[in-house]
């Protein structure tokens, strides 16, 4: 498709009413490092869909029709640092989405349908200054342990307000990643008539002791 433009760095696709890309479309095109496909109409992307793009480092697929993402999508995006996948009608991330995207540092899924997260999801996130999770604006009611055993030995934020997240002990990780200071919670639900800091402190008195 992109043919005589090997050697580009840069392609903006966006605003364009884009519906379907087709597989392997981006393959000769190894140099590229930024790809912007935000606010078209893309509702399906295949596995092999960015194959052939080593050195892509920011890919925007910002208000488009995303209902789901295939298994591997990501796998031909080794130097992947940042993904914005806002805006679109994602329900859930597979297990080990993000688990060959090994720069990752700012992973962005806010204003989707997100009702569950696979265990581990943060894992795949860098622990390099800068890192950040945004999750805001989903459907969320609980969230797994999203870093499994690795803990980040610089802060990560990680934002999720407006999600109808409720305060059990399955958050109380994150409340040890706040006490220990290798995470920072922005954006947290606001409890019913009160603030952010009333959920904080829900959040503080159903860890305490744990």
Same mark, same amino acid.
């Given at each position: 498709?992109?043919?005589? %433009?090997? #050697? @580009?760095?840069? &392609?903006? =696709?966006?605003? /364009? ?8 479309? !981006? $393959? ?36 488009n029709l995303l209902t ?8 031909? %995006?080794? #130097? @992947?640092?940042? &993904?914005? =996948?806002?805006? /679109? ?8 989405? !993000? $688990? ?28 390099k200054p800068g890192a ?79």
């Open positions: 498709m992109f043919d005589g %433009l090997e #050697s @580009l760095q840069k &392609l903006y =696709l966006q605003k /364009n009413s884009i519906s379907n890309i087709e597989q392997s479309s !981006f $393959s000769n095109m190894r140099h590229l490092s930024t790809l912007f496909l935000f606010q078209n109409k893309i509702s399906s992307i295949s596995a092999g869909m960015f194959e052939g793009l080593p050195n892509l480092t920011v890919l925007l697929l910002v208000d789901e993402l295939p298994a591997g999508v990501f796998r031909d %995006l080794p #130097s @992947l640092e940042g &993904l914005d =996948l806002s805006g /679109n009608k994602l329900v859930t991330l597979s297990l080990g989405i !993000f $688990s060959e995207t090994n720069h990752l540092t700012q992973l962005i899924v806010a204003r989707n349908q997100l009702h569950t997260l696979p265990a581990g999801l943060m894992s795949h996130v860098q622990r950040l999770v945004i999750l805001s604006e989903n459907n969320l009611e609980t969230v797994p342990d999203l870093f499994s055993a690795k803990r980040p030995s610089v802060n990560v934020k990680l934002y999720f307000g407006k999600n109808p997240l409720q305060i059990d002990s399955r958050l109380c990780l994150m409340w040890e990643g706040v006490q220990q200071d290798w995470l920072t919670l922005s954006e947290v639900p606001v409890v019913e008539g009160g603030e952010e800091a009333d959920w904080v402190r829900q959040l503080e008195a159903t860890c305490a002791g744990k």
